[in-house]
């Protein structure tokens, strides 16, 4: 599943990278030297094995099996070997809807209400905004993600009603929807609960029967059946040697699907064949279509700008444009993609949870495919009115977050800076990766190499200005604003380093005897358990994440139950603004005993700060953060 939360660190570097269709290398010119390369890479990430495949329309190029599924029993991966396939299991949910709207059994804008109206969720503007079944495959429903205690949910008896019913509390509309896009793993579970009650059958048995079945990959399955467990390849921890268990993903039709390269072969195909294989149709090719388009966002109203179909995303590689989708678990990356137009696609999967591992060898695949492709026209610059571009230019912050609690720190972490340039504007990450867009439309702007729009200049809201840059908005804010909270930052920063530097060096001349004039030590102690609190708390978080910011695996999914760490950040998140509140009143009282004035005065900064960043903390709810909740 993905989440998108947080990354500051190799990952988003990679994605910037790839946004801006940069070229690590020339490419393999044969199969080959891409089976070698991919060798080389899984070797250098201890991945065990991978299972690749490339196909056309009408011919399966390669298939093939690399390394080992089992490390222990040494047995090969091979291209009947099972995987899962993480999040590219949602593409399969909207088949199913697709299937059913066609036999006149629902509709894509027909309301969750009308359907399910057992499956429990929030939104405040269902009056006049009701959230649609489009808004659950489009990710546009306003939802928060699923909280991380239904990512730990691993009951292979629970049914999807019993899955929905445990995760209630997340599905919480924080806007219109249709109005923004976020990322929400719960809604293919709602939308799969609709399939359900159209269709009178499980979810499962539906797919199967209507959707694997015909289309001969005869070994997908959502459900850990005995055939499944002996040609499942073992899941990998970053050492390439200890295995996990395997996971009973709660809503299965949102990451569940375990599948091998061979059904994927199909499956590609059914796809590039605008849905029918070798003559088997199942679907009409405007449904296709419409899978492959996104209809809700304010950005897709402006024109033709890269987008979030039904399940199904759009991915930038120089000038062109895939089609597919990615999944992740633990242990176990998946990377799909095809070129309607060019008539080919791939898929790449592996049994580690190395993101960087799968996102090298997907390159790999898609240089080696670059050659034969004919590349897309470039749209022309067009002219924009120089008031428009410096109406848009300024400072922005994310408004979209896929995690509610993660807000609090995506809205600086994330922030986006435009500026305008002779004939576009330029984008930046708080200065860094810097690159310029050109103007396609007065609101459309594409990267220089690029043949779709990716940042949409959304009309003014309620006073407010809007940008869209690829599956995130933004907001601009006051430069005053911005530059405050970057110094805020940075000052917390340097109080909390030179805190740190000097507790040792006070505490022993104090210990010695040596300090003059030291005044009450609670006025220097305080604020220093204050600033280790705070380290602590972001300590803790960062590495519950720490397999997620490295890019080189899948945090599994302890983070969302009570345990050492879990309960130690939530102490923690408790115990620091209780610490920063005492220690400001007491260096406040004893703002005139006699004591050095420097250390006072230090003391007494470092105080207001960190109970400033304990009002922060509180504002965005970090204060009790209970991640199991």
Request: proline fraction near 6%.
């Amino acid at each position: 599943m993905k989440n998108r939360l947080l990354s500051a660190c190799l990952l988003m570097g990679l994605s910037v990278l790839q946004a801006l269709g940069v070229e690590t290398n020339s490419g393999p010119h044969s199969i080959s030297e891409l089976q070698k390369a991919i060798e080389s890479i899984l070797k250098e990430t201890k991945t065990p094995g991978a299972a690749i495949a490339i196909v056309t329309s009408n011919l399966v190029e390669w298939l093939a099996g690399i390394g080992k599924a089992d490390v222990a029993a040494d047995l090969p991966v091979t291209p009947d070997t099972l995987f899962r396939l993480g999040s590219v299991s949602k593409g399969f949910v909207a088949l199913a809807a697709l299937q059913l709207q066609e036999a006149g059994k629902l509709k894509l804008t027909d309301t969750v209400r009308q359907w399910v109206p057992d499956v429990a969720f929030v939104n405040p503007w269902e009056v006049t905004n009701p959230v649609r079944l489009v808004h659950l495959m489009e990710h546009t429903s306003g939802f928060d993600d699923m909280h991380l205690r239904e990512y730990a949910l691993n009951d292979p008896a629970m049914t999807l009603n019993a899955a929905l019913a445990y995760g209630a509390s997340s599905r919480v509309c924080r806007w219109p929807p249709g109005t923004r896009l976020a990322y929400c793993n719960s809604g293919p579970g709602v939308a799969a609960a609709v399939v359900e009650k159209a269709s009178r059958e499980r979810f499962e048995d539906y797919v199967q029967k209507h959707i694997f079945h015909p289309l001969h990959m005869d070994g997908a399955s959502y459900v850990y059946t005995p055939e499944v467990q002996r040609r499942l390849s073992k899941l990998y921890r970053p050492d390439g040697i200890t295995p996990y268990p395997y996971w009973h993903v709660g809503l299965r039709p949102t990451a569940g699907l375990n599948a091998s390269a061979r059904d994927m072969v199909n499956y590609l195909r059914f796809l590039l064949q605008r849905g029918s294989l070798d003559g088997t149709e199942l679907l009409q090719a405007a449904s296709i279509e419409r899978m492959e388009r996104g209809e809700t966002t304010p950005a897709v109203k402006l024109g033709r700008v890269v987008q979030y179909g039904l399940f199904n995303c759009e991915y930038i590689h120089g000038p062109f444009v895939f089609h597919g989708h990615n999944g992740a678990v633990m242990g176990d990356i998946t990377q799909m993609g095809y070129l309607p137009g060019q008539g080919c696609g791939y898929v790449v999967m592996i049994n580690s949870g190395s993101s960087i591992a799968g996102w090298r060898i997907a390159n790999l695949v898609r240089d080696y495919l670059r050659p034969r492709l004919t590349p897309p026209p470039l749209p022309p610059v067009v002219p924009v009115p120089d008031q428009l571009k410096q109406h848009y230019a300024g400072y922005y912050q994310n408004i979209s977050p896929v995690m509610q609690w993660s807000q609090g720190i995506n809205r600086w972490l994330n922030a986006r800076t435009l500026t305008v340039t002779s004939n576009g504007l330029s984008v930046s990450l708080h200065g860094f990766y810097k690159h310029r867009v050109l103007p396609v439309t007065e609101r459309l702007y594409r990267d220089e190499n690029a043949s779709l729009a990716t940042i949409a200049l959304l009309p003014d809201t309620d006073g407010h200005t809007l940008i869209q840059c690829r599956m995130d908005t933004y907001e601009r804010i006051p430069a005053l604003e911005y530059w405050a909270q970057m110094a805020g930052i940075a000052l917390v920063c340097a109080l909390v380093v030179s805190s740190l530097v000097m507790a040792p060096i006070w505490m022993v001349r104090r210990w010695l005897g040596k300090s003059h004039n030291p005044g009450p030590l609670s006025v220097r102690l305080l604020p220093l358990v204050s600033v280790v609190l705070l380290v602590a708390f972001a300590v803790l978080l960062g590495s519950g994440f720490r397999g997620f910011l490295s890019g080189r695996y899948i945090d599994d999914a302890s983070v969302g139950t009570p345990n050492f760490q879990t309960v130690s950040l939530w102490l923690v998140s408790l115990g620091f603004p209780l610490t920063a509140a005492t220690s400001l009143y007491v260096v406040w009282r004893e703002r005139h005993t006699p004591m050095k004035r420097a250390a006072y005065w230090h003391s007494f900064l470092v105080a207001l700060t960190m109970a400033a960043a304990a009002v922060y903390h509180g504002w965005w709810g970090l204060i009790g953060l209970r991640l199991w909740t």
